[in-house]
């Protein structure tokens, strides 16, 4: 089946630590995102990508930087990880023809001590 | 930017009941009005989105109403199951965007 994989699925860093999570895709779709997932805040999207080079902030960009290497590819980076980065993050993919139609990754807890 | 907010932040029903979620956003030009359906411990899914073209859309037990003018959307749930059990989540874009905008989510529990 054609699906939106992210690794890693589980993550514990340290305060100052640089870390990198990754997002691939088999659908085929020209648009991705990263969305962070916070109890009681629901989705918020900190970066999107509308093709391999096209990069656009989100609202919540600060601390974060992403890289779309292909296509299906697009990793999310934390240069110096915080304790309040520790969320439940999302990749998503849609293509061009129903933009709005997100589909998403399974997730990756990310827990910053 | 888009600002949506969404209540009730929690709904429990009797099966066999309805359940309506309400959302109101911030953002005139915004046209375009998704929901997600997200069990615990999975990934958010698209359950039904409508445009603002149109006022209501149906989808076997769930449906959509929108009123543009007072710029809110509901999510209706008839003859609840279990499985309907889950935190819903609402969202707000433009359609030259698509940068969706969420509301904060409704965890609903559907008592057998």
């Known amino acids: 089946d054609a699906d939106v994989t ?3 699925r589980n993550r514990i860093t340290k305060t100052g630590k640089r870390i990198m999570l990754e997002c691939s895709q088999t659908k085929g779709h020209d648009r991705m995102y990263w969305y962070r997932q916070d109890p009681g805040l629901g989705l918020r999207l900190i970066y ?11 609202e919540i960009s600060d601390g974060y930087s992403v890289s779309r290497q292909a296509q299906a590819k697009f990793s999310l980076s934390l240069e110096s990880a915080i304790p309040n980065q520790t969320a439940l993050y999302f990749c998503a993919t849609s293509d061009s023809l129903t933009p709005g139609r997100l589909f998403f990754g399974s997730g990756t807890q990310l827990s910053v001590l | 930017g888009e600002n949506v907010e969404q209540h009730p932040s929690t709904l429990s029903v009797q099966e066999g009941d309805s359940a ?6 911030s953002d005139s030009a915004s046209n375009y009005f998704p929901w997600y359906k997200q069990e615990l411990g999975k990934r958010p899914q698209l359950i039904i989105d409508i445009r603002s073209n149109v006022g209501e859309k149906k989808d076997q037990r769930i449906a959509v109403t929108l009123n543009k003018t007072a710029k809110h959307f509901s999510l209706h749930i008839t003859e609840t199951q279990p499985e309907d059990s889950a935190v819903y989540f609402c969202a707000a ?8 905008s969420f509301g904060a989510g409704t965890t609903v529990t559907v008592r057998a």
């Open chain 2, 93 to 100: 874009s433009r359609t030259n965007d698509y940068k969706l």
């Open chain 1, 48 to 58: 999107y990508s509308f093709d391999v080079k096209d990069i656009n902030k989100g």
């Open chain 1, 6 to 8: 992210q690794t890693p």
């Open chain 2, 20 to 25: 309506v979620i309400k959302c109101t956003y």
